[in-house]
């Protein structure tokens, strides 16, 4: 359960540092990743507990998000769940309205607009999303965190804790550190399999005998052991090495995009700064704001410097805006060093422009959005397949008409139980619904029967005639679909 490399440093390998100024190798330290030595090892991070403005503005937003993640699945629109994906079922249910493999299209359209949004999204603000609302820096940050806080101490009281040889009390400390970490991964893969199989079906697996339900039991270990994996082991190296955000960023970044930068025109050439140093001598001596303190490399949660520029580990956290702001007013130094801006702003002072190419994004993304909300509001009802039975023939009927039988399926994407009856729209036909006097469809569900057509053999136009059904409800036609009907040959 201890960290690895105990006493390990909270960020990448420095070069020696003088008195003065801290020797930067400009072309080697994007070379290193912080969570890793040279030889390629794990270096365990222990960044230490962030405080101030931004950060309490963060974890108001993550307790807000917290909350909506775990009332999800229990909050119904209509009786529908607000967000449930049973891929069992092929079922999902987004806002309260229930989607099936059919509405295939809207789901596409969905996903485009989402990318879509991305994309303007870090354009303009690079990545935002990551530091304020991405559930992996939620839920690590925000809480698991915090638990260790609370639980070891700060950044100094890990080291010699992970250092410290074994005893009583570090053993006592750990487990009940890891135990609370079990048991919330349990509670957070529980949360996540709701939104796959339902609050409903959830609660029959936990009260119904486990021997019944071990596929669903076997998804509950596994969520829970992936969620411990990663926020008690993983931690950070999931932005690093899994999420593909960070290495896509660069394609999208430009100079015009707002992202978390230290200015280096204000902070260059670093070094301490002395109480009876007025800021007008230390510009005389080639120094600049940067005390090179380190501290927000020490708060930074996946060890890098952002000193360094604009790199793939950042997150946009801002807990290194909030540790140089504190020591800027310690000093009695204008605030703003680390801080939100773009290329631009820092170089040349410009302030964050709406650019040629975050309209034409926004255009895409408005058109995208337009067209989902087309589909979602003109979906009908009901959808019906309506297909001859596989490997039958016509046969003949009473009085000499010709019958075909077909399989009907019939999706109802209502809450409501529709009573379902079938008229041919454009010839003289029958339709016998068979097994039952009537064919209803409970409600946000899908339920089959099989059909009869008699037709008269005059009015059969050929070997296939085509036809057109109409699917009604209490007289009203909700739905009309196109089948054929085969036929002896004239």
Known sequence: MSAPEPGGRNGPPEAPESSVTRAV????????????TRDGSRRWLYPKRPSGRWYRWRTWM?????????????????????????????RFSILGRIFWPQDGIIFAVAMLTFFAGIMIFTTAFGRLWCGWTCPQTIMMEMVFRKLEYWIEGDSQAQRRLDAAPWSARKVRIKLFKHAIFLGLSFVIGNTLLAYVIGTEQLFHIVTD??????????????????????????????????????????????????VVAYDHRRGEGRAPWHRDQTPEARRAEGHGDCV???????????????RNGVQMECVNCTACIDACDDVMDRIGRPRGLVRY???NGVQR?????YTARMKLYTGVLTALISLFLFLVLTRAD???????????????????????????????KTRSDLPIEFRVEDLPARVVILGAPQFTVPGNRLAST????????????????????????????IETVKTAFIGPHH
């Not at 909506?68 to 891929?87: E, K, S, V, W």
């Not at 002072?349 to 422009?353: H, I, S, T």
């Not at 596989?390 to 008409?401: D, K, V, W």
């Not at 009015?459 to 699917?471: A, D, E, F, Q």
Request: with cysteine; proline share 5%.
């Open 25 to 36: 190798n400009w072309e080697d330290f994007r070379e290193h990743l912080a969570t890793a």
């Open 62 to 90: 993550s307790w807000v998000l917290i909350s909506i993640m775990f009332a999800g699945p229990f909050i119904r629109i209509q009786g529908n769940p607000l967000l449930m994906f049973n891929i069992v079922e092929r």
């Open 209 to 258: 005998d486990p021997s019944r339900h071990l596929v669903g039991l076997g998804f509950m270990v596994a969520f829970t052991l992936l969620f411990y994996a990663i926020f008690a082991r993983f931690r950070e190296q999931a932005c690093t090495f899994i999420c593909p955000y960070g290495r896509f960023q660069s394609a999208l970044l430009d100079e015009n995009t707002m």
């Open 292 to 306: 090179n303190c380190h501290q927000c490399v020490a708060v930074c949660p996946t060890g890098i410097d952002i």
């Open 341 to 343: 801006a773009s290329l």
């Open 349 to 353: 002072g410009e302030p964050l422009r």
């Open 382 to 412: 009901v959808q019906t397949t309506f297909l001859r039975a596989p490997g039958s023939l016509f046969q003949a009927a009473a009085e000499g008409r010709i019958s075909n039988l077909y399989t009907v399926r019939v999706i109802n």
């Open 450 to 477: 099989s059909v009869l057509v008699e037709m008269d053999p005059a009015k059969l136009t050929g070997s296939s005639t085509k036809l057109r059904i109409g699917v009604y409800s209490g007289g009203r036609r």
